[in-house]
């Protein structure tokens, strides 16, 4: 089993960027398709993006493509979620999720990850 923790969530202005770090423990990520969600207040969990483990597929939301590139370090074990460009309405907790099958593809739906982090805040604002 999986155990996963985020990190580098922070206060950041409006146009800034962060990096994220999903770091996994208790088993190797390489086998794991891996995605990044987030919650903002008072709304529903949405996809942001997900990483495949086998043949590097990647796939984004709309509301983050161009500014988001999610990448792994299978060696580190780690998955990062670089944002830059930030905007105010990026503003949320970001969750990061893993589910063990080694495919040439990644998912947008939270249903279909059976092992999430703790989450880190990121709040975008001036």
């Known amino acids: 089993q999986v155990q996963l923790v985020e990190s580098g969530g922070d206060l950041v202005q409006p146009g800034g960027s962060l990096r994220l770090s999903c770091a996994a423990s208790?088993?190797?990520?390489?086998?794991?398709?891996i995605g990044w969600f987030r919650q903002a207040p008072g709304k529903e969990r949405e996809a942001v993006s997900c990483i495949s483990s086998s043949e590097i597929v990647t796939n984004y939301a709309d509301s983050v493509k161009g500014r988001f590139t999610i990448s792994r370090d299978n060696a580190k074990n780690t998955v990062y979620l670089q944002m830059n460009s930030l905007k105010p309405e990026d503003t949320g907790v970001y969750y990061c999720?893993?589910?063990?099958?080694?495919?040439?593809?990644?998912?947008?739906?939270?249903?279909?990850?059976?092992?999430w982090g703790q989450g880190t805040q990121v709040t975008v604002s001036s």
């Open positions: 999720a893993a589910e063990r099958n080694f495919v040439s593809a990644c998912y947008l739906s939270g249903e279909l990850y059976d092992y």
């Open positions: 208790g088993s190797s990520l390489n086998y794991y398709v």
